[in-house]
T-cell receptor, first 115, second 116 residues
Framework: DAGVIQSPRHEVTEMGQEVTLRCKPISGHDYLFWYRQTMMRGLELLIYFNNNVPIDDSGMPEDRFSAKMPNASFSTLKIQPSEPRDSAVYFC?????????????FGEGSWLTVV | KQEVTQIPAALSVPEGENLVLNCSFTDSAIYNLQWFRQDPGKGLTSLLLIQSSQREQTSGRLNASLDKSSGRSTLYIAASQPGDSATYLCAVRRGAGGTSYGKLTFGQGTILTVHP
């Protein structure tokens, strides 16, 4: 299995621009998570989906952030407009509830820098 | 609100030493607890997962224990090697259904350095 695939791996953008991060979960997984990691706040859950439906988006910092999961194999996290404080590593992760233990698998992350 | 704390924040040991990393959580209503490793510039790799009904899990030189009632877990690394140098994170997953079922709450991590 290819694992959780994220793109882009690195992005540098100017303040005010739209940023779209993409994720392909592991095939067959029914949960998808978006996390953000910063030095100050560590790993924070932004939103997660179950069977393509958003379940908990309480971690989404503000209306500039939105996430979609149009099908079981693709999700996007969009920031519009971006701000320097959005600079962070954004991780996508997936898991399969029916497997005992529900180990969660992370992608390599998208490293975002907003200047 | 679940809070996860890891102690120590950083640890430096000589190669060959046995070591223990600590994780504590405030809400004992967990579904499972997972230990991850993160190398610089990389994502997280799952090391061990302990179900709430289990007391420990072992994988090679790693042993993780869970005391749910006291809200504690430890990760024991035997005969440490320079290749073990990384950040180790623990995360708890809430149980009891509801919208919090899938949510993982992470600690801040322990930065481990094993020097030759």
């Amino acid at each position: 299995d290819a694992g959780v695939i994220q793109s882009p791996r690195h992005e540098v953008t100017e303040m005010g621009q739209e940023v779209t991060l993409r994720c392909k979960p592991i095939s067959g997984h029914d949960y998808l998570f978006w996390y953000r990691q910063t030095m100050m706040r560590g790993l924070e859950l932004l939103i997660y989906f179950n069977n393509n439906v958003p379940i908990d988006d309480s971690g989404m910092p503000e209306d500039r952030f939105s996430a979609k999961m149009p099908n079981a194999s693709f999700s996007t996290l969009k920031i519009q407009p971006s701000e320097p404080r959005d600079s962070a590593v954004y991780f996508c992760a997936s898991s399969f509830r029916q497997v005992p233990g529900n180990t969660i698998y992370f992608g390599e992350g998208s490293w975002l820098t907003v200047v | 609100k679940q809070e996860v704390t890891q102690i120590p924040a950083a640890l430096s040991v000589p190669e060959g030493e046995n070591l223990v990393l600590n994780c504590s959580f405030t809400d004992s209503a967990i579904y499972n607890l997972q230990w991850f490793r993160q190398d610089p510039g990389k994502g997280l790799t799952s090391l061990l997962l302990i179900q709430s009904s289990q007391r420990e899990q072992t994988s090679g030189r790693l042993n993780a224990s869970l005391d749910k009632s006291s809200g504690r877990s430890t990760l024991y690394i035997a005969a440490s090697q320079p290749g073990d140098s990384a950040t180790y994170l623990c995360a708890v997953r809430r149980g009891a259904g509801g919208t919090s079922y899938g949510k993982l709450t992470f600690g801040q991590g322990t930065i481990l350095t094993v020097h030759p």
